[in-house]
């Protein structure tokens, strides 16, 4: 006996003497501070020669960031910095018409709003100067491919104004006294409302208050950028928003590449029915007397080209011909999520060309980027990917140059030939790369041009992210992603993060992440998967539209059927220790799980400004077109759709251990979701917790909101399914 108990000591030290060299060999944890310390870089502008983009730096003792702008010459792949002032934000940098200078947007530098400056490619910080100084705030802003022989080119710019600010020749006036009697008013503020909208997404809607396209003069002079006159609303009197809140940018609208043409895609708000209607529409008119000093810019014959009432966006000029111009469609009405596809207008003709579809590619086009004259860079979610392809407009035919990780906002150097993106993945954060090829005939070479994270992260494992199929739903084929612990050693089970992803009709991609990041969890000791379920983004139409009216039976069975399959094919992964986590649709998910965790599937679950109750969710949401087409009608209309997978229904048999998280300003899933949640299983006794971020929206983007959530998060994993 005695020498079968030293027998097994010796083994257990053996084992043991194993795990410690096994530990001080193991890479540091890559954590929720590590991935806000990480420097994040833009997409890029491009003069031919060089390249500037901004960088943005957290600083976790401050708790604020600066963001500058970087100067990258391409050929010799060498970065300096442009402009290098603590504490300010400094984006969205733009070349000027002449190649010489940056313009750029910024806050901090002597104002708290955001006004535009510039600096000389070949200078720096000390040469940096203010373009405008307007009473109002600028938020975006687009400058005109060419100059006038007088030195003279137009820039636009977005900015708020009211329709009450209805005298042109004092409209920049009324809009700054406007917004001080508002910011006057502090908490003493009521709104009242005749119509939809009354809250956006994380703001209450101001009723007559809209985002409008202003045209500014500018002159080159002596070294010197200059504006001309008042800049003038080319919108002017039109009760409409463009760029579209929340997210619109620059890249709804342009300026032609004679500069006499400007395209702006905007959406009416005259009444209720912008909050159950898609159709955004997009205007096209010229552009007069922007080529000398002295006449004010003037916009004429500004008329509408959209040929449907569903969705049309993101204008785009072509730069080798004046006259056509390419912008994204999608063909159902009332339908956010429905497949973008590509329409040219022809200026001369007065007409859309529909037919301009590339073959056999079902996907919903993200981005349009004119490359030569009969081709243009198109991305579009794919399997998991934000690929990147060719489309050439006359054969229509889709070449794919890049099919994995994420791939952004193409800038082209050399028409035909060379191209300036931006590139993350799973497991790097997001770079500056060069696509180029020698002609037509011979195939892309990509190149890394900067690496602005790579010293920092090398330390950490980073695990790569695998593709798992497995026949889902409807025995349809469905792709997940599965991600080792790090410092994985197969000889050990690993408890396992199931993450679901929102939208629904989204995905989780291969991409770099500052709120879900995948390689936080397997840092944290966790196996990772994460399904791609009907609904999802990037598997052609039929399988996106599967979800509507289905929300809680093929994503469902997706992710159940799934969560078994993945876990019995992976031995090191522990089925007895999964808990799932997901937000908004993956919230909803959650939220359906918990009245469905048959055999005691999940042992914990986390849900992050979920739907609790369709009705309500359908009530108290701003966007009605959403919930109207994925439950195919209103609660009124068709109240069986919103009863039959309404996870408030099943409220009874909710009995996991939850986490329940909700930020305070979201008005797409408000609060009363979270708190239906919490109190219900407060009220019935199950193990609970709620993390309330009264500041935060749909997302949860403050990097110290951010750290507490992870905290959090991990903690609960930790307790119910962890080490």
């Not at 600096?119 to 940096?128: C, F, T």
């Not at 998967?529 to 979800?547: D, T, V, Y």
Request: one cysteine or more; charged letters at 15%; a negative charge.
């Amino acid at each position: 006996m005695k020498s079968l108990f030293i027998a097994a000591l010796v083994l257990v030290l053996a084992i043991c003497w194993g795990c410690f060299i096994s530990s001080s060999n193991a890479a540091p944890s890559f954590n929720v501070r590590d991935n806000h310390a990480l420097l994040r870089v833009s997409t890029v502008s491009t003069n031919g020669r060089f390249a500037v983009y901004s960088v943005r730096h957290w600083n976790e003792q401050t708790n604020k960031a600066t963001t500058n702008i970087e100067v990258l010459d391409i050929q010799t792949k060498v970065t300096r910095p442009l402009t290098y002032s603590l504490g300010v934000s400094d984006n969205s940098p733009v070349f000027d018409p002449t190649g010489n200078y940056v313009i750029f947007l910024s806050s901090g530098r002597g104002r708290q709003d955001t006004q535009l400056y510039y600096v000389p490619v070949n200078a720096g910080e000390q040469s940096v100067k203010p373009l405008t100084s307007l009473p109002i705030p600028i938020e975006t802003f687009k400058v005109s491919p060419v100059i006038s022989s007088d030195g003279a080119f137009t820039m636009l710019f977005s900015s708020q104004t009211y329709l009450e600010c209805n005298d042109p020749t004092n409209q920049i006036t009324c809009i700054a006294n406007k917004n001080e009697e508002w910011e006057k008013k502090g908490p003493n503020t009521g709104y009242v409302y005749t119509k939809l909208y009354v809250r956006h997404w994380d703001q209450y809607i101001i009723e007559g208050k809209v985002s409008h396209v202003f045209a500014q003069k500018v002159i080159l002079s002596q070294d010197a950028l200059i504006t001309i006159n008042d800049p003038v609303d080319v919108m002017f009197g039109m009760n409409a928003n463009s760029p579209i809140p929340p997210f619109g940018g620059s890249e709804q609208y342009d300026i032609s590449k004679s500069g006499d043409s400007i395209a702006i895609n905007l959406e009416v708000t005259k009444d209720s029915s912008v909050a159950w209607t898609t159709g955004w529409k997009i205007f096209v008119g010229t552009l007069n007397n922007w080529r000398d000093e002295k006449s004010k810019i003037t916009v004429s014959n500004l008329r509408s080209i959209s040929v449907t009432d569903a969705r049309t966006q993101n204008p785009t000029f072509s730069p080798f011909n004046d006259n056509v111009l390419a912008y994204l469609a999608m063909t159902q009405p009332g339908y956010e999520a429905d497949n973008l596809h590509f329409n040219l207008y022809d200026l001369n003709t007065q007409k859309t060309n529909q037919s301009i579809e590339p073959v056999n590619l079902d996907r919903s086009i993200s981005s349009i980027t004119w490359f030569d004259e009969r081709t243009t860079i198109i991305t579009y979610p794919d399997d998991g990917a934000e690929v990147l392809s060719l489309f050439n407009i006359v054969t229509k035919n889709v070449t794919r140059i890049i099919v994995d990780g994420h791939n952004a906002g193409p800038a082209v150097v050399v028409p035909g030939k060379s191209i300036l993106i931006t590139r993350d993945s799973m497991v790097a954060p997001a770079d500056v790369y060069l696509l180029q090829r020698d002609s037509l005939t011979t195939p892309f070479a990509l190149t890394q041009l900067t690496a602005y994270n790579r010293d920092f992260l090398a330390k950490f494992d980073l695990p790569t992210p695998e593709k798992f199929y497995f026949a889902g739903a409807m025995g349809e084929r469905v792709q997940a992603w599965v991600v080792k612990p790090a410092n994985f050693n197969p000889s050990v089970k690993y408890p396992v993060a199931n993450v679901v992803h929102g939208g629904p009709e989204s995905l989780i991609s291969d991409s770099w992440s500052y709120r879900w990041n995948i390689q936080l969890f397997t840092n944290a000791g966790y196996a990772v998967f994460a399904i791609n379920f009907h609904g999802s983004e990037g598997f052609g139409l039929k399988f996106k539209e599967s979800i509507q009216g289905n929300w809680g039976s093929y994503p469902y069975q997706d992710i159940t059927s799934g969560t078994d399959m993945i876990t019995s094919q992976f031995p090191w992964m522990d089925k007895n220790r999964v808990c799932a986590l997901g937000a908004s649709y993956g919230g909803y998910s959650m939220n359906w799980l918990l009245g469905h965790n048959e055999n005691n599937r999940y042992k914990c679950i986390v849900t992050h400004d979920g739907m609790a109750d369709t009705v309500l969710g359908y009530y108290s949401t701003d966007e009605l077109w959403f919930p109207e087409k994925e439950f195919k009608g209103t609660p009124f209309t068709n109240p069986q759709a919103y009863a039959q997978y309404n996870p408030i229904n099943y409220v009874t048999k909710w009995r996991t251990p939850t986490l329940v998280i909700h930020g305070g300003h979201d008005y797409r899933l408000e609060i009363s979701h979270g708190l239906t949640v919490f109190t219900a299983l407060q009220r019935q006794g199950v193990p609970s917790k709620m993390l309330v971020f009264p500041q935060e929206n749909h997302w949860t983007i403050k990097p110290q909101n951010s750290i507490m959530w992870y905290d959090n998060v991990l903690d609960w994993l930790n307790q119910w399914i962890g080490h």
